[in-house]
């Protein structure tokens, strides 16, 4: 079992920047893929980034290419989210999520684990 926990989440203005952390304890991730989704009142949950956790490449949706970054600390069996330039339409719900796989998806059914979530809220 792996547990997650999301932390980071806020009020912030347009342009302003957040960094979101996924906190995973019961296993050591070396050979799962990693998840951030999202998801808005009255829509669909939605994919913004992953990372393998054993190459650290990160996978972008394209509305937050160039503007988020997902990355892991090893030693904190941790995943952030660094947002910068956020946009009122960033505003939701952040959900953590883990694979275990190495292979990485944007397809939340494909994750086996997955957080309470973080709620990121952008002013206009």
């Known amino acids: 079992q792996v547990q997650l926990v999301e932390s980071g989440g806020g009020l912030v203005q347009a342009g302003g920047s957040l960094r979101l952390s996924c906190a995973a304890s019961?296993?050591?991730?070396?050979?799962?893929?990693m998840g951030w989704f999202r998801q808005a009142p009255g829509k669909e949950r939605e994919f913004v980034a992953a990372?393998?956790?054993?190459?650290?490449?990160?996978y972008y949706a394209d509305s937050v290419k160039g503007r988020f970054t997902i990355s892991r600390d090893n030693a904190k069996n941790t995943v952030y989210l660094q947002m910068n330039s956020l946009r009122p339409e960033d505003t939701a719900v952040y959900y953590c999520?883990?694979?275990?796989?190495?292979?990485?998806?944007?397809?939340?059914?494909?994750?086996?684990?997955w957080g309470q979530g973080t709620q990121v809220t952008v002013s206009s």
């Open positions: 999520a883990a694979r275990s796989s190495q292979l990485v998806t944007g397809i939340g059914s494909e994750y086996d684990y």
């Open positions: 019961g296993r050591t991730l070396g050979s799962y893929a």
């Open positions: 990372i393998s956790w054993s190459s650290g490449r990160g």
